[in-house]
């Protein structure tokens, strides 16, 4: 299985990021090929050797005309939909930019429809964006792992005004994602960098096991004082087909109280964070039929599903131990049906097919808006799935 690690010691932008495939082998003729499509004025990547404390690494410049457009997530989609560009790059790469428009709606109270990218609607950012794109299409990884993120502190200049570091929205695309704790004065990650790692990263945590096989340096702009400020992408292959991490499994027993409190405390679990929550009959002391509610979760969120556990069930105590899991390599996969786009996963063990597995929500969305039933939204998102697309 091949594996791509991001070492984020200094944080990550999406300028760093491309510069550090470069290095890794992503032809850089095959980007600027894959961004000039797009029909920007005079785009071109220059890429130059740079030291940063000490170590070398690979630093990218975008140059271009000068602009002042403001563009909409539409704008952008429909410029990646005319650029020559694979189906696959094109879906990553509007996947990446939907998730900085979801963010930018969030904090400006606004909607997908309407908010108004700034600096990640720039060029710059959108040849980065678009890069990674292809990049990450180019290197063909069955599974991206990332070091906790910094973001640095401070305050840094937007052009909604002064803003305390990390920006908000990049804050909100990191919702979810560890953080690493940081006292350098300066924005290590960009909403860029956020929104690249934020869709791209399967898990988040140490270098795996793995055999190296490339490794990549991408420099930021600024040469920090007190470290390195580079991206760092380790290429590598492990020889086990599954992947593998380890989760944390929270369980408690009940035998007084209701279905509907479970019901209910079950589904706040999912909305905060919990991988999986079910419910177990059991028997209790002196034969008192209860109920066993079990929940699967990261490390980060062990406190706050226990919160929520002992607030919503009045429970007097909760068991908690780690597991390890192996898991089928999945990703985040579209597929265009005559209903509309159907959101779903991609799993498969290496030297197999993949399979396509629609997302319950997004077909349930559509039976409702074409009044047709579940059942044949899913067979029409399995029928329109092509492996050979892959």
């Given at each position: 299985?091949?594996?791509?690690?991001?070492?984020?010691?200094?944080?990550?932008?999406?300028?760093?990021?491309?510069?550090?495939m470069?290095?890794?082998?992503?032809?850089?003729?095959?980007?600027?090929?894959?961004?000039?499509?797009?029909?920007?004025?005079?785009?071109?990547?220059?890429?130059?050797?740079?030291?940063?404390?000490?170590?070398?690494?690979?630093h990218?410049?975008?140059?271009?005309?000068?602009?002042?457009a403001?563009?909409?997530?539409h704008h952008?989609?429909?410029?990646?939909?005319?650029?020559?560009?694979?189906?696959?790059?094109?879906?990553?790469?509007?996947?990446?930019?939907?998730?900085?428009?979801?963010?930018?709606?969030?904090?400006?109270?606004?909607?997908?429809?309407?908010?108004?990218?700034?600096?990640?609607?720039?060029?710059?950012?959108?040849?980065?964006?678009?890069?990674?794109?292809?990049?990450?299409?180019?290197?063909?990884?069955?599974?991206?792992?990332?070091?906790?993120?910094?973001?640095?502190?401070?305050?840094?200049?937007?052009?909604?005004?002064?803003?305390?570091?990390?920006?908000p929205?990049?804050?909100?695309?990191l919702?979810?994602i560890?953080?690493?704790?940081?006292?350098?004065?300066?924005?290590?990650?960009?909403?860029?960098?956020?929104?690249?790692?934020?869709?791209?990263?399967d898990?988040?945590?140490?270098?795996p096991?793995?055999?190296?096989?490339?490794?990549?340096?991408?420099?930021?702009?600024?040469?920090?004082?007190?470290?390195?400020?580079?991206?760092?992408?380790?290429?590598?292959?492990?020889?086990?087909?599954?992947d593998?991490?380890?989760?944390?499994?929270?369980?408690?027993?009940?035998?007084?109280?209701?279905?509907?409190?479970?019901?209910?405390?079950?589904?706040?679990?999912?909305?905060?964070?919990?991988?999986?929550?079910?419910?177990?009959?059991?028997?209790?002391?002196?034969?008192?039929?209860?109920?066993?509610?079990?929940?699967?979760?990261?490390?980060?969120?062990?406190?706050?599903?226990?919160?929520?556990?002992?607030r919503e069930?009045?429970?007097?105590?909760?068991?908690?131990?780690?597991?390890?899991?192996?898991?089928?390599?999945r990703?985040?996969?579209?597929?265009?049906?005559?209903?509309?786009?159907?959101?779903?996963?991609?799993?498969?063990?290496?030297?197999?097919?993949?399979?396509?597995?629609?997302e319950?929500e997004?077909?349930?969305v559509?039976a409702?808006?074409?009044?047709?039933?579940?059942?044949?939204?899913y067979?029409?998102?399995q029928?329109?799935?092509?492996?050979?697309?892959?």
């Open positions: 299985m091949k594996i791509a690690y991001l070492d984020c010691p200094s944080g990550i932008a999406g300028d760093m990021t491309l510069a550090a470069i290095d890794a082998g992503v032809p850089l003729e095959l980007l600027q090929e894959g961004i000039a499509s797009l029909g920007l004025p005079g785009v071109q990547l220059v890429v130059e050797e740079v030291k940063r404390h000490g170590f070398r690494a690979l990218l410049k975008v140059e271009h005309e000068p602009e002042h403001h563009r909409h997530l952008i989609d429909a410029m990646i939909d005319a650029g020559n560009l694979t189906a696959a790059q094109k879906e990553l790469a509007k996947r990446i930019f939907l998730k900085v428009g979801e963010a930018e709606a969030k904090v400006h109270g606004s909607t997908l429809q309407k908010v108004h990218f700034h600096e990640v609607g720039a060029i710059d950012s959108i040849a980065d964006i678009v890069g990674a794109a292809i990049g990450w299409d180019y290197l063909g990884v069955d599974r991206i792992v990332c070091s906790p993120v910094p973001t640095g502190t401070g305050y840094i200049e937007i052009a909604h005004g002064r803003c305390s570091v990390p920006a929205a990049t804050a909100e695309i919702k979810g560890p953080l690493a704790a940081s006292d350098v004065q300066f924005e290590l990650t960009t909403p860029t960098g956020a929104a690249i790692v934020a869709t791209v990263v898990q988040f945590g140490p270098l096991a793995m055999q190296i096989d490339r490794i990549g340096y991408g420099a930021g702009t600024r040469d920090l004082k007190s470290q390195a400020n580079i991206v760092r992408l380790i290429l590598g292959e492990t020889a086990d087909p599954l593998s991490d380890q989760v944390w499994v929270v369980e408690t027993n009940l035998d007084d109280i209701s279905g509907e409190v479970i019901g209910h405390a079950s589904n706040l679990l999912l909305e905060k964070g919990a991988l999986d929550v079910y419910s177990t009959s059991i028997q209790m002391k002196k034969n008192r039929p209860g109920v066993q509610l079990t929940v699967l979760c990261d490390a980060a969120d062990l406190a706050k599903m226990e919160r929520i556990l002992f069930t009045g429970t007097l105590g909760v068991r908690r131990f780690p597991v390890s899991r192996h898991k089928l390599v990703r985040e996969h579209s597929v265009e049906t005559a209903f509309g786009l159907v959101a779903g996963k991609l799993a498969w063990i290496e030297g197999g097919p993949a399979s396509f597995s629609p319950y997004a077909c349930r559509l409702v808006q074409h009044d047709k039933p579940l059942r044949e939204i067979d029409a998102a029928a329109a799935f092509d492996p050979n697309s892959l």
